[in-house]
């Protein structure tokens, strides 16, 4: 079954058994983030931004941050389309402790906004939950 947040104008589906976490704080307060986690500790997130963000700064800025924090990042940039939207951002793998991670980060213009989505797994789980992530990410941009 599917569990479904609503909120800022923003909704998506999401498996019921994955643990939401809102944490956009006040609506008037910057960007609102929001991610889902998988009980194995995988992750899709959302962080939505206003004007005047633009989209490929922003996932520019996203690999930036995961290669300060992850020494030997290897990322590579990607495109895709989802419900005719245009997403740019990077395919991105990692050590962390002993454990090889993908993840990746996607950005588009959606009308006035700005969305950043993120999903993060360990490599093992990340092409089994690859189609969970795309779920809830054409979920989020169907009827946009």
Not at 69 to 93: I, K, N, Q, R, T
Not at 118 to 126: G, I, L, V
Request: aromatic content about 12%.
């Amino acid at each position: 079954m599917s569990a479904v947040y609503e909120n800022f104008g923003v909704s998506f589906m999401y498996p019921e058994n994955w643990q939401l976490a809102d944490e956009s704080g006040p609506q008037d307060a910057g960007p609102k983030t929001i991610s889902v986690h998988s009980p194995s500790g995988a992750f899709w997130s959302l962080q939505v931004c206003d004007p005047p963000a633009d989209p490929q700064s922003l996932a520019d800025q996203f690999k930036l941050t995961m290669a300060a924090e992850y020494e030997g990042l290897e990322a590579f940039a990607a495109a895709e389309e989802v419900a005719d939207l245009s997403l740019l951002g990077y395919d991105m793998d990692f050590y962390c402790l002993d454990f090889v991670i993908s993840a990746n980060v996607r950005a588009a213009r959606v009308g006035q906004r700005v969305y950043v989505i993120s999903c993060q797994a360990e490599t093992r789980e990340f092409d089994e939950l690859s189609p969970v992530f795309k779920a809830m990410t054409i979920s989020l941009l169907r009827e946009k």
